[in-house]
């Protein structure tokens, strides 16, 4: 697929450099694919033509590039042209490992090193001396192409090749040298690979897409590039597996199960293909034409004797020297619909059918069935372990058979799931259980382990279970074929790893087809050579794991763009984000061409994440209302063998706060609240004190009250009876008329004292208003008196606060008690004005009076006036004193109110 920088299809070389960027020449130019990005470069930078003929890098990790109109070397990020070098005609660079610079043109090859050149043509031995290739390989051989042959320099002696030695073309346009040795040629009639002295040949049939090879490019992860004229890159990539299908020979590519033989023969049970035999490299197919009893074969086994046994769901067969012979129910199998088969070491033969289990022993079967201990009639899968137990896998459970008893096993055991279809023991005596939908089962010392896709298995479904020679479990399911480390599953089942990292494959690996199949037995099959052998609805799939070539090479990852509340911004070393963004989405990828599907990924944003979080395959990290603060993205990613690149790529990032989330908006709102908090101490402090003036201002009062009444009364009870005692004597009717007085000064004490305690008390207001408390205060003063007193209230009556009503009653209460005792009034008016802005209390007697303005001076000052005065300010009103000898007084009290 072209980009606006590839504008071309005809690729004409590649190279991939040491810092991991592919360089593509063209017929239009240069192009540099690095990080994800590609960079196009023409003679506008530089370049002395923009027809691209060869790349070579140098020793100094510099670029040298022949155009059609001369050489160019790139380094420090730039073009400078080379006149020593011949300017047009120039067709192939190489830089070899003592540093040396090969030019091939149409004039042959030259060899420039340190100012001195050596010329080599066909006088020398050469093929042709147009040389459009150069490469070396692990000997220190150069290897030319040229326009008619191949030719090989070691030393001064060249060793030419051409169609008669396995060649497909004399027209020699490319050539590389893979690691492992083997030198690709690239032709004008197809590709070619020279390795252990001989050539083999690729052209359309095998998957090119054009036969006329203009490049040739192994990249870092094995991967091979071909580039084609006018048709493309086509990737040659190593294939892990090999299949057989119809094409090979297959009577059908619906495999059901596979078994080898002691002479290394491999048997292929298919469905509706019969019976396939693969003995060296060729495929022989028997049928019902040849005695078999149905062409659907399910089971497959070998005994002892050399027999085959194959099991059909029309009996029991037994394949030797060439002839079929078939068992059903009527010669006492359990059922004719065969699914498993299993040859124990002491030479009984198990058969699992759809109606029980059979053991064929000493010619005679045996049958069990649910009857006698099995969990279900459906057996699938038959094994036999090291201790001799036989175990069978059935629709409702696995079962364990010794000393003719079974045991079963089923999920309220731990089993994930009662559908088992696979089973394998490993060399620790752990048995390992595959389920339809449960995955994964380990029965290890009595205790089950589970590992579904909750755990990182591709598939719950596990139709075959193969261990290699590297302590490695292969599986087959739907989803492929798929390794993972022994190693691997003793972790997760001892605890200290969470999950499992399985390698899976597919069609990149070389299948056809990544569904396996399963309903027959076996499924798998590990042959004595070590190579594995599944069965897929697309023929049967081989592999060799210790012929696999792992990549060593981790992914280059890159980030490709952040998004801020859906608005894209590029990756730079540092992002600055203003404050209130609320969504961040993270997108990143990771380069590689074996199998950029199996590409894992895991990324952790620093600051937030304390652990790496499993993307899986996913290219994207969401992150929603992060706080302000510096934050580190980063991401690694593996290949498909699972290797981790060590560092990935990352990124800082601040995201700025809002005034009211810095640490100096902190500081303030600190401050403030210890101002107030302190404003709050000093408000309450001030409170403890005004309530302490209160009371002291009350003791006051009482003393006032004790000295000007209490004790003046107890002052004059004490005179009398000093004169009842001078008197006594002389006449008792004095004495009686002083004890009168007594009698009355005690009873005007009681009287006071009461009015103290009521005062003290202070609950006169506890259940009524305060016009009512005044009448009750008037009453109660007025007792005994020849005193008339009258309440009025005059405007709309409102409560008032608990502090203002409790202070005008107790001045309403003192004006009272000094008209009643001291202005010898004969009537009193209490009068209680409200108004929008204030109350009024006045109270009015038309006693004697006294002069007001003398009262305030000096020692003169009453205690009474002085307590009203106080309580005055306490409500924030104010108090004014109307009185004049023989006209009475007027005492009025306004306080101010809120509406």
């Not at 023991?425 to 994964?440: C, F, K, P, R, Y």
């Not at 911004?569 to 199998?595: H, M, N, W």
């Amino acid at each position: 697929q072209n980009t606006p920088e590839l504008k071309t299809n005809d690729i004409r070389v590649l190279l991939e450099d040491r810092q991991g960027a592919l360089w593509i020449g063209t017929t239009d130019g240069l192009v540099r694919l690095m990080d994800a990005k590609f960079t196009a470069f023409t003679t506008r930078d530089g370049l002395p033509s923009n027809v691209i003929d060869a790349l070579c890098e140098g020793y100094d990790d510099s670029l040298w590039v022949a155009t059609a109109a001369g050489i160019a070397r790139f380094g420090d990020n730039a073009f400078t042209a080379r006149s020593e070098f011949p300017g047009n005609g120039v067709r192939a660079l190489f830089a070899d490992r003592e540093g040396a610079l090969w030019i091939g043109s149409s004039e042959g090859l030259a060899r420039y090193k340190n100012g001195a050149v050596a010329k080599y043509t066909v006088q020398d031995g050469l093929a042709n001396n147009s040389v459009v290739s150069i490469d070396q390989d692990q000997d220190g051989r150069l290897w030319i192409g040229t326009a008619n042959g191949l030719s090989q320099l070691e030393g001064d002696r060249f060793l030419t090749y051409i169609t008669r030695d396995g060649l497909p073309s004399n027209r020699i346009i490319s050539l590389a040298v893979d690691r492992e040795g083997s030198v690709w040629i690239g032709t004008g009639g197809g590709l070619s690979r020279f390795a252990n002295n001989h050539f083999s040949n690729f052209r359309v049939g095998d998957g090119l897409a054009n036969e006329i090879i203009l490049s040739i490019f192994q990249d870092r992860e094995g991967s091979l590039w071909i580039g084609t004229e006018s048709a493309g890159l086509s990737l040659l990539k190593d294939k892990k597996f090999t299949t057989y299908t119809v094409r090979e020979g297959l009577g059908s590519d619906l495999v059901k199960s596979i078994y080898e033989d002691r002479r290394g023969n491999i048997w292929i049970g298919t469905n509706g293909g019969g019976l396939n035999l693969l003995k060296d490299g060729k495929l022989t197919t028997y049928t019902t034409a040849d005695g078999l009893s149905s062409n659907v074969v399910l089971a497959l086994f070998g005994d002892g004797d050399d027999n085959l046994w194959v099991g059909t769901p029309d009996g029991l067969n037994r394949f030797r020297d060439g002839k079929f012979k078939t068992f059903t129910s009527a010669d006492g199998l359990a059922n004719d619909f065969v699914r498993s088969i299993y040859a124990d070491h002491s030479g009984n033969l198990w058969i699992g059918t759809r109606g029980g289990l059979s053991r064929l022993r000493r010619g005679h079967f045996d049958i069990y069935t649910t009857a006698d201990g099995l969990p279900n009639d459906f057996v699938g899968t038959i094994y036999e372990d090291v201790q001799s137990n036989i175990w069978i896998g059935t629709l409702g459970g696995l079962s364990k058979f010794t000393d003719e008893k079974f045991t079963t096993y089923t999920t309220r055991d731990g089993l994930s799931s009662e559908v088992v279809i696979s089973l394998h023991e490993d060399a620790d005596g752990a048995l390992w259980i595959g389920t339809s939908g449960g995955g994964l089962n380990r029965l290890k010392q009595g205790k089950f382990t589970v590992y579904t896709t909750r755990n990182g298995l591709p598939d719950d479904v596990v139709y075959s279970i193969l261990e290699d020679r590297q302590n490695s479990l292969w599986l087959s399911s739907n989803k492929g074929i798929f390794r993972v480390n022994k190693k691997e599953l003793d972790d997760f089942a001892n605890g200290t790893v969470g999950s499992i990292t399985p390698v899976l494959y597919g069609p990149a690996d070389g299948m056809i087809t990544r569904e396996c199949t399963g309903g027959g037995h076996p499924a798998g099959w590990r042959s004595a050579d070590g190579k594995l052998w599944f069965s897929t609805i697309k023929g049967v799939a081989m592999i060799d794991p210790e012929k696999i070539k792992l990549n060593d090479q981790p992914p280059p990852v890159a980030i490709e763009e952040i998004r801020v509340d859906d608005e894209s911004i590029t990756p730079s070393q540092t992002i600055e984000l203003s404050p209130g963004k609320s969504r961040l989405d993270f997108y990143y990828t990771a380069l590689s061409f074996v199998a950029p599907e199996r590409v894992r990924f895991k990324y952790k944003l620093e600051g937030f994440d304390s652990d790496w979080v499993d993307g899986g395959t996913r290219r994207i990290a969401y992150y929603t209302n992060l706080r302000p603060g510096r934050y580190k993205f980063r991401v690694i990613a593996s290949n498909n063998d699972g290797l981790w690149s060590p560092t990935g790529a990352a990124f800082d990032l601040y995201l700025k706060p809002h005034f009211y989330q810095t640490y100096w908006f902190y500081a303030l709102c600190t401050l403030v609240l210890a101002i107030l908090v302190w404003q709050l101490y000093r408000l309450r402090l001030k409170r403890v004190e005004s309530q302490f003036a209160a009371v002291l201002a009350e003791r006051n009062r009482i003393a006032r009250e004790i000295h000007d009444n209490l004790a003046q009364e107890m002052l004059g009870i004490s005179v009398q009876l000093e004169v009842v005692a001078r008197t006594m004597p002389a006449s008792a009717e004095l004495a009686k008329t002083h004890l009168d007085r007594v009698r009355i000064l005690v009873r005007h004490g009681i009287a006071e004292a009461r009015r103290y305690v009521w005062d003290l008390r202070s609950q006169a207001l506890d259940k009524t208003d305060l016009p009512a408390a005044l009448s009750d205060t008037a009453r109660r003063l007025t007792t005994e008196t020849a005193v008339q007193a009258k309440v009025e209230v005059s405007g709309t009556f409102r409560p008032l606060s608990p502090l203002i009503e409790g202070n005008l009653l107790r001045i309403g209460q003192e004006a009272i008690n000094n008209a009643v005792r001291h202005a010898q009034a004969r009537n009193i008016l209490i009068d209680l004005r409200f108004d929008a802005r204030c109350v009024q209390l006045s109270v009015r007697d038309d006693g004697h009076g006294f002069y007001y303005e003398e009262s305030q001076n000096g020692d003169a000052k009453h205690f009474g006036l002085v307590g009203m005065q106080e309580r005055a300010v306490r409500i924030g009103g104010s108090l004014k004193v109307n009185s004049r000898e023989g006209e009475g007084t007027e005492i009025i009290v306004n306080v101010p109110i809120s509406g």
